[in-house]
């Protein structure tokens, strides 16, 4: 992924906010003839630090068998998941002066490493489970999966479950970070005015990274301070 110099994020703590708080990730490895490329849940394993560098931890991740893309992979198999965050269209019209063009704010991880697949059933079983409860944990309603054992069992031979061990991390957090702060700040207003809610993510993003005239400058949770450069 390229990503230019003022758009560049290296902090692990905004890199396992938004992983954390966007696990649909898309799995990419080669093809043939194109990419491979599939949308699943991807979540940093259980057992690995829940803080610090991603670099040398390992994720799960799991996908239907059917799908022609798990029959493609193979241990040792290099892998990008690639985590979308919150984005927004940035108009012209927040620009001061002219000529100007318009833009797209957005921040995206992306961890590569290589594939180990996970055969037995009682592993793949561990994986399902434990990614359906914190999922649940993280989005859900409280939902207790005890009665539904017998059914992930019952599944579970269609499941094709990994661990990718994470050898590198990119992230791109793209939040005008080049624009003046009263310009930043008449955007972020924007995307908070948005009628139907979808500016809200990415303007708490730009808020939180310090963006605008953002008081809690540099925050991707409660307890951090360190903004993107």
């Not at 100007?100 to 994986?127: D, K, M, Q, Y």
């Not at 489970?129 to 999922?135: F, S």
């Not at 207790?144 to 590198?168: K, M, N």
């Not at 605008?212 to 903004?227: E, I, M, N």
Request: proline fraction near 8%; aromatic fraction near 8%; include cysteine.
């Amino acid at each position: 992924m390229f990503v230019p110099s003022h758009y560049r994020i290296e902090d692990h703590r905004w890199h396992r906010r938004l992983i954390d708080g966007h696990p649909l990730a898309t799995l990419a490895t080669n093809g043939s003839a194109a990419p491979w490329a599939t949308r699943l849940p991807a979540l940093v394993a259980p057992g690995e630090p829940e803080s610090g560098p991603l670099v040398g931890t390992e994720m799960v991740g799991h996908l239907n068998r059917a799908n022609p893309h798990w029959r493609s992979l193979a241990d040792g198999t290099c892998a990008r998941l690639m985590f979308d965050g919150p984005g927004g269209f940035v108009t012209p019209a927040v620009y001061p002066c002219d000529p100007s063009a318009p833009t797209w704010n957005f921040a995206a991880v992306h961890v590569c490493g290589r594939i180990r697949l996970i055969e037995g059933e009682e592993e793949t079983l561990e994986v399902v489970r434990w990614t359906a409860q914190r999922l649940e944990d993280r989005f859900g309603a409280g939902w207790d999966q005890t009665s539904s054992i017998d059914y992930f069992r019952r599944i579970v031979h269609g499941v094709g479950a990994f661990r990718l061990s994470i050898e590198s991390v990119e992230a791109l957090f793209k939040l005008s970070q080049e624009k003046p702060a009263d310009v930043q700040e008449s955007l972020i207003r924007r995307y908070e005015a948005d009628p139907t809610g979808a500016g809200w993510p990415i303007a708490r993003l730009m808020r939180d990274a310090g963006m605008g005239h953002s008081a809690a400058a540099g925050s991707p949770d409660d307890t951090v301070s360190s903004r993107p450069s």
